[in-house]
């Protein structure tokens, strides 16, 4: 008789991803804490009479629960994982399974988890499978599928080399609603039964629900984990960018008038006077330029016309510095919040959306009209009030979901998304080829701070530039 | 200019003669300052470049005696520049220029063959 105990490992240490489990009790595993399955373990495998189905029931039950438990513990995506492809081995006594995730473009697998094997089988197989044959199959199929003799199957496109035989199979999809996430196989159903049964089935489908919400998680932490690298990356971009433009502009003029001002000291100290005018001259003409690079490379840095000019006034600016920059013939921007003020991260993202949204169109979309809304309305449904601005352009549009997945442009188009989100806000990416696009964010219209901490915020930054009506008031 | 490195600058062989020099920098307000400040001393500028791989042409073409060579600039290293002109070049000095005080490229500097090390800018010597 073969004990099938399951194992949770409750420790950090979670063993690799493909592991012989629990072959026998003296399973020398013991990198976490053992939980022997409850009794029917053994029988529940070829066991159809009437005590061995409810004992069979509880079993799925008991296993299902714990594979939530073991979720929402503080694991990481892919340990979750493990655990959910060997719960379905052990339910549905098999010798191996594995658990598929599909890539999120539905071509092909990104993960391939598998339990059962030996690592001296797992290291003889290499390289993990992508996704064709009868895996690829269950990718694009909504119903589970049971087969007695693997080999004889239509879709069977062979084993990769050193892959051990196996015979029965059931694949039973993983899905979220109508999208198909991933899949669990199992294989070679343990002696004493011809292959996997409709009880298996459904423990195997018992198990696919949590798997779902297990690869969610995984794919939202994938989508954090590219999203703060891209941070990281464009912030020291950004830096490097910030050290390029100081030493290219502003060091070089400042050097420039120095050298200037050396010469002109020389030549008054020679008595050549003309010459002493015309350095002085140079130097203060690079003097000047030295101010206007400042200028320029600090408002690069913070939108200061955001400050000062507010967030109508702000995007009005952008959109004409856009327009002359594209060629745009037309470019409006509607709006009316006319001298009003939101919270000042409201206000950033709007004008942070509107820029990149501007850029993008500037230098993708080959239109000729920007039109830029900026509307204080109320939620529909909460009448919680709102802030939308949207961004909308006649080029040449695009299809997001392939910029997405697979363009750097991406990766500005996540960052508006995330702002946009971060704030409880709802995001809106319409495009498709030959129909414009539009960027539509609708954020919480939140009002600024108490008006005592603004102040003192401003004060000594913008003299009497920022928000008078303040001042007014105080 | 602050004189850093070890100058075995090859000048003033033949005092009655003006050293040649060319002047290799990415930034023309740069290149534009050197020129005056040489103006009316033994230096004659007569030839600039604004990249490493331009240097290399113009010194081929001008043979100066001297070279004074910025370390980085967009268009090319500096010390890639250093390299090929002294290959072609062994009894051409190189100093070279930078803003940042770098004993990094001073050193990579100086065993490429450079003749000496100026930094670039506010020479606090030069106040009193």
Redesign the interface.
């Given at each position: 008789l073969r004990c099938c105990s399951y194992q949770f490992a409750a420790a950090p240490g979670f063993p690799a991803r493909s592991t012989r489990y629990n072959e026998s009790v003296t399973s020398s595993n013991d990198t976490g804490t053992s939980v022997t399955a409850p009794a029917g373990t053994a029988n529940h495998t070829n066991g159809d009479g009437p005590g061995s189905a409810a004992d069979h029931r509880a079993l799925v039950l008991e296993t299902a629960n714990r594979v939530a438990v073991d979720i929402l513990a503080n694991r990481t995506g892919v340990e979750a994982l493990q655990h959910i492809a060997e719960a379905a081995r052990t339910l549905a006594g098999a010798r191996y399974a594995a658990l598929g995730v599909a890539r999120p473009d539905g071509q092909g697998l990104a993960e391939f988890i598998t339990t059962g094997l030996t690592p001296e089988e797992e290291a003889r197989m290499g390289s993990r499978p992508c996704g064709k044959g009868v895996l690829g199959l269950l990718l694009t199929r909504t119903e589970p599928l049971r087969v007695d003799d693997l080999l004889a199957h239509p879709a069977f496109a062979g084993y990769p080399p050193h892959h051990p035989p196996m015979r029965t199979f059931l694949g039973v999809p993983i899905r979220r609603g109508p999208a198909v996430l991933g899949s669990l196989y199992l294989t070679d159903k343990e002696e004493g039964s011809g292959g996997f049964s409709e009880a298996d089935v459904l423990a195997v489908q018992a198990l696919g629900a949590h798997a779902a919400v297990a690869i969610h998680n995984l794919q939202m932490l994938y989508r954090q984990r590219a999203l703060l690298s891209g941070l990281i990356n464009a912030q020291e971009e950004e830096r490097r960018a910030v050290a390029y433009e100081l030493h290219d502009g502003l060091t070089q003029y400042v050097m420039a008038a120095h050298l200037h001002l050396e010469l002109c000291r020389r030549a008054r100290a020679a008595g050549k006077d003309d010459k002493v005018g015309r350095e002085l001259d140079e130097s203060l003409r690079y003097l000047k330029e030295a101010v206007v690079e400042s200028r320029r490379l600090v408002n690069g840095l913070r939108a200061l016309a955001l400050d000062d000019l507010g967030l109508a006034g702000a995007v009005e600016q952008l959109l004409q510095e856009e327009k002359e920059r594209a060629g745009w013939t037309e470019a409006d921007l509607v709006h009316n919040v006319a001298g009003r003020r939101f919270d000042k991260v409201v206000e950033t993202a709007a004008f942070r959306v509107a820029q990149e949204a501007l850029t993008n169109a500037r230098k993708h979309a080959q239109g000729q009209h920007v039109r830029v809304l900026l509307l204080a309305g109320a939620h529909p449904a909460t009448d919680a009030p709102t802030l939308t601005l949207e961004v909308r352009d006649n080029g040449v549009g695009f299809v997001p979901d392939a910029v997405l997945l697979h363009s750097d442009r991406g990766f500005g188009l996540h960052s508006m998304s995330e702002r946009v989100h971060l704030l409880g806000g709802v995001y809106d990416l319409i495009s498709a080829p030959g129909q414009g696009t539009t960027v539509r964010a609708v954020l919480p219209a939140l009002e600024p701070p108490n008006e005592d901490e603004q102040e003192n915020e401003s004060e000594g930054e913008h003299t009497g530039s920022a928000a008078p009506d303040k001042d007014l008031q105080s | 200019m602050t004189m850093i490195g070890g100058g075995t600058a090859e000048s003033g062989t033949d005092e009655t003669r003006r050293v040649s020099v060319v002047l290799v920098d990415d930034?023309a307000?740069?290149r534009?300052?050197?020129r005056?400040?040489l103006e009316d001393t033994e230096f004659e500028v007569i030839g600039e470049a604004a990249s490493g791989k331009e240097a290399v042409e113009v010194v081929r073409r001008a043979c100066p005696r001297l070279v004074l060579l910025d370390i980085r600039m967009?268009g090319g290293d500096g010390l890639d520049a250093l390299q090929a002109i002294k290959a072609e070049h062994p009894q051409t000095a190189v100093v070279m220029l930078t803003?940042y005080d770098n004993p990094t490229y001073m050193a990579r500097a100086v065993a490429g063959g450079a003749a000496g090390y100026l930094l670039?800018?506010?020479d606090p010597g030069?106040d009193d």
């Open positions: - | 930034h307000v740069w534009g300052g050197v005056s400040l967009a803003t670039k800018g506010l030069s």
